[in-house]
C-alpha cells in the first residue's frame, strides 16, 4: 500500500501545485503526465522529499521498483521523519522478498507515527508471511482499531473469526463492531457478538445483539437459536416459547431440522411434554422416510446432541429407541467424527504397571448431578493402586465440591485454550495422551458431545463411558459400565459399545448432606399437619408429563389424608394447569397439590425429604440423583420401571437395597404401590427400617458402599 504525500491547497507555492497536479493524474492512471509534472515540480525545487515520493509511487506503478526505492531513499536523506517514504519504501522490499528490511521500514514508521495505521497494516502481511501468526493477528488488530475502514467488512468479520478461535473473545468482539461500524446492518456480526456475550455470561447484552441480528435478517437461523437457547436455559419459559416460535415461523422452511429441535427442548424444559412429543414424532418421520435430508453438519450435531437426549424423556422403547440412535450416530461417526487412525491396539498389561492411570472427562467436576453421584467413587478409586487424572471438557465451574475432586486425585487439568468459548478438543487429547492415560472415563456421553469426540480419538487404549447418560453409540471397541439392574443379558443387542456389568449397582455413595430440620416444624411452616400423608415429586419439566400426573391424582384419589408436593425446575404456571386439570378430571380439591419453590443450595433442597413420607418417581426417565437422595433420607419411593436404562434406574437402587417394595411394571402397579404405602403405616414403616438397617456397617448395602464399587470397577477394569 502506497501513501498519497500530499494534496492540493489553494494559494500553495508552484511547485507543490505542481507536485498536487501530478497527485491527481497519478490517480487517473495518466502516468506520464504525471511523471512530467513532477520533473517540473524538482525542477523548481529539488530539495523537496515529497514530490520524491509522489514520483516514487509512480514509478512502482510502472513496475520499476529499484527506481522508486532509490527516489524513497532521497526523500528519507530530506526528510528523515517522512512516515509515508518508510512505509512505502518497505511496501517495496515487501515486493521484492527483502521482508527484514520491509520490517525494518514499517517499524521506523510507526515509531515516527504510533498512529499510522497503513504501517502496521502492512507489516501484518510480513508477519503473515514468515508465518508468525500471532503476531500478524497483533499488527493488523492494531492497524484496525487506528482505521476500522482500512480492511473494510469482509477483513474485520475473518479478524473476528480468527480471533475468537484462537480464544481472544473481547478482541473478536471488537473486531467485529469495527465491521458494524463500516455496515451498522451486517446480521452475523451481530450474531457473533451475542454469541460470544452468551458464552461469557452476559446474557442480557448477548440478547440486545441477537435480536439486532433478527432486527436487521429475520430469517438469521443462528442467532435465533441462541436467543432461543439464552431463555431456555434462563428458566425465561414463555418467552422462550414465543422466541421459539417465532424461529419456526421465520425459519421453519429453510432451516425445518433445527427449528423442530428447538420446538422439542423449549417445550420439554417448560413441561409441556405432549406437544413435545408431536414435534419430535413428525422429526422422526422425516428422519425414517429419507435420512439424506441431513446434509448441514451442524444439523448431524443438532441431531445426536439435542434431539437423541430427548428420546428417553419422551419414549420406553428400547427397539425403536435403539435403531434411532444406531442410524443417527450412523450419519454423526461419518460426517462430524470421521475415522480415526492413531486408535490403540495394545492393552493395558497390568503386570508390569506400578500404577493404574484413570482419567475422567466430564463439565460436572462441581455442584451436580454427576459431580455428587461420582466424587465419594473417584475418591476411593484414589486409594487404589490408581493415579486419577481430571479433564474438564467445558469451561468449569468451580465450586466447593471441584476443591474436594481436586483434593482426592493426582491430576485436576485446567484447559487453556478457549477457542469460539468452547473447550479445544485437540488440546484435551493431547493433555491425555501425554499424562499417558491407561483407561479413559467418559461421564456425559451424548449429552456433552465434546466427549464423544475425544473417545473417537482414542487417546488411550480403553475408553469407557459411565453415569451421566445411556451409551453414546460410537464405537464397537469402547465400552459402557452398567450393572445387570439396568440392563439385562438379552440387552447387548441393542447396543453399539461392549456393556460392562458392575457385580451390584452402576453407582454407589456415601451418603448426601443436608440442612438439619425438625419435622413437625418444617410441616407447620408449610401449613402440612403431622398426620397427613405427604407425597413428594421432583419431576423437572423434561420428566413431566399426563401420564405421571394421572398416576399422581390416581392415588391422592385413594388416600383421603394426603397431599402432593411438587417441587422442580420447569414452568410454575405449565404445571399447575396440569394438575388442576387432572384434580379436575378426578374430582379432587386442587388445593391438596402443594408447589414449592427451588431452594438455593442441595444442603437446603435436601431438607424437602423430611417433609415427605412417600416419594413418587418419574417415568419414563426416573430420577437419578434424586432418587438416590430420598433413599439416603430413608424416604420410601415408588418408581416404574421400563425397558430403557434411564428408566429403570430406581429399579436397580431398589434391588442393590434388597427392597422388594414399590417396584411397579405398569401404571396400574404403580398406583398401587403408592395407595399401599400411603394407607398402611405399617407397610411403610417396613420400607423405612429396610432403608435405615441398609447403611448399618455390618450390613452396608452396595449402593452405600463406594470403596466396594471402586474396588469392583478396578477388578472390571483389569479383565477388559
Keep these: 500500500m502506497n501513501i498519497s504525500s500530499s494534496s492540493p491547497h489553494s494559494q500553495t507555492p508552484n511547485f507543490q501545485a505542481l507536485t498536487a497536479q501530478a497527485e491527481i493524474y497519478y490517480s487517473q492512471g495518466r502516468l506520464s503526465e504525471a511523471i512530467a509534472c513532477c520533473r517540473q515540480s524538482l525542477n523548481l525545487q529539488p530539495n523537496w522529499a515529497s514530490t520524491y515520493v509522489t514520483l516514487a509511487n509512480i514509478i512502482q506503478a510502472q513496475g520499476k521498483v529499484s527506481e522508486a526505492i532509490n527516489l524513497y531513499y532521497r526523500a528519507i536523506e530530506l526528510n528523515p521523519e517522512l512516515c509515508q517514504a518508510h512505509v512505502n519504501l518497505g511496501s517495496m522490499f515487501y515486493r521484492q522478498g527483502k521482508l527484514d528490511e520491509a520490517i525494518a521500514c514499517y517499524r521506523k514508521a510507526i515509531q515516527l507515527r504510533p498512529d499510522m495505521a497503513p504501517a502496521y497494516w502492512n507489516l501484518a502481511k ?3 508471511q514468515l508465518g508468525k501468526l ?3 493477528i497483533a499488527s493488523q488488530e492494531k492497524a484496525l482499531k487506528l482505521n476500522p475502514n482500512l480492511g473494510g ?5 475473518n479478524q473476528g473469526y480468527k480471533l475468537a478461535e484462537e480464544g481472544k473473545l473481547d478482541e473478536a468482539i471488537d473486531s467485529w463492531q469495527r465491521a458494524i461500524t463500516v455496515n451498522p446492518n451486517l446480521a452475523e456480526a451481530y450474531s457473533q457478538i451475542g454469541i460470544i456475550l452468551r458464552s461469557q455470561g452476559k446474557f ?11 432486527e436487521v435478517r429475520p430469517n438469521y437461523a443462528t442467532a435465533h437459536q441462541h436467543l432461543c437457547g439464552i431463555f431456555r436455559d434462563g428458566n425465561n419459559y414463555v418467552v422462550a416459547r414465543e422466541a421459539v416460535t417465532n424461529y419456526y415461523q421465520q425459519c421453519g422452511e429453510i432451516d425445518p431440522i433445527m427449528t423442530g429441535i428447538y420446538l422439542i427442548s423449549i417445550y420439554q424444559v417448560s413441561g409441556l411434554n405432549e406437544i413435545a412429543k408431536d414435534r419430535f414424532f413428525d422429526l422422526e418421520a422425516k428422519l425414517k422416510e429419507d435420512m439424506t435430508i441431513v446434509k448441514k453438519v451442524v444439523d448431524i450435531k443438532a441431531l445426536y446432541g439435542n434431539f437423541l437426549f430427548s428420546v428417553p424423556y419422551l419414549r420406553d422403547d428400547i427397539q425403536i429407541n435403539s435403531n434411532l440412535y444406531k442410524s443417527v450416530s450412523k450419519v454423526y461417526r461419518q460426517f462430524v467424527l470421521k475415522p480415526q487412525n492413531n486408535h490403540f491396539s495394545t492393552p493395558v498389561n497390568f503386570d508390569n504397571k506400578n500404577l493404574l492411570k484413570i482419567g475422567f472427562i466430564s463439565s460436572h467436576f462441581n455442584r451436580h448431578s454427576i459431580g455428587w453421584c461420582s466424587l465419594d467413587i473417584i475418591r476411593e478409586l484414589g486409594k487404589l493402586n490408581t493415579e486419577i487424572y481430571l479433564y474438564p471438557t467445558e469451561r468449569l465451574k468451580v465450586d466447593d465440591q471441584t476443591q474436594k475432586f481436586s483434593q482426592a486425585v493426582t491430576k485436576l487439568y485446567v484447559p487453556k485454550k478457549y477457542p469460539q468459548g468452547s473447550v479445544d478438543v485437540r488440546e484435551i487429547i493431547t493433555e491425555i495422551q501425554q499424562d499417558k492415560i491407561d483407561i479413559l472415563i467418559d461421564l456425559d456421553s451424548l449429552s456433552l458431545p465434546i466427549n464423544t469426540q475425544i473417545l473417537n480419538d482414542k487417546p488411550a487404549p480403553i475408553c469407557m463411558s459411565w453415569l451421566g447418560f445411556d451409551a453414546p453409540y460410537i464405537s464397537e471397541n469402547n465400552y459402557f459400565l452398567c450393572d445387570l439392574h439396568t440392563h439385562p443379558q438379552d440387552r447387548d443387542k441393542y447396543y453399539m459399545e461392549k456393556l460392562v456389568r458392575m457385580p451390584n449397582s452402576f453407582v454407589a455413595t456415601s451418603g448426601f448432606q443436608r440442612i438439619e430440620t425438625n419435622r413437625a416444624n418444617l410441616r407447620k411452616s408449610q401449613r402440612i399437619g403431622l398426620d397427613q400423608i405427604v407425597y413428594l415429586c421432583l419431576a423437572p419439566g423434561r420428566k413431566f408429563n399426563r401420564d ?25 404456571e405449565v404445571f399447575q394447569a396440569a394438575y388442576h386439570q387432572a384434580c379436575k378430571a378426578e374430582d379432587v380439591s386442587i388445593h391438596r397439590i402443594k408447589f414449592m419453590e427451588r431452594f438455593p443450595t442441595e444442603e437446603e433442597h435436601r431438607s424437602i425429604y423430611s417433609l415427605a413420607d412417600i416419594m413418587l418417581d418419574s417415568y419414563p426417565y426416573n430420577g437419578g440423583t434424586h432418587t438416590l437422595e430420598a433413599l439416603w433420607f430413608n424416604l420410601p419411593v415408588v418408581t416404574l420401571a421400563g425397558e430403557q436404562f434411564l428408566s429403570r434406574m430406581g429399579y436397580s437402587f431398589l434391588q442393590n437395597l434388597d427392597i422388594k417394595f414399590g417396584v411397579a411394571w405398569s401404571w396400574n402397579k404403580y398406583i398401587d404401590w403408592g395407595v399401599k404405602l400411603g394407607q398402611n403405616p405399617h407397610l411403610r414403616q417396613e420400607f423405612v427400617d429396610k432403608l435405615v438397617k441398609s447403611k448399618e456397617p455390618e450390613n452396608l448395602a452396595p449402593l452405600w458402599n463406594p470403596k466396594k464399587f471402586a474396588q469392583d ?6 479383565k477388559l
Design 126 to 128: 510480513v508477519w503473515q
Design 204 to 214: 442480557s447484552e448477548a440478547i440486545k445483539y441477537l435480536k439486532k441480528a433478527i
Design 713 to 718: 470397577m478396578y477388578n472390571t477394569i483389569e
Design 548 to 572: 405421571l400426573i394421572k398416576a399422581q391424582i390416581a392415588i391422592l384419589k385413594q388416600v383421603p389424608n394426603s397431599i402432593l408436593i411438587h417441587k422442580a425446575l420447569g414452568d410454575i
Design 134 to 136: 500471532d503476531e500478524a
Design 153 to 157: 467488512v469482509e477483513v474485520n468479520l
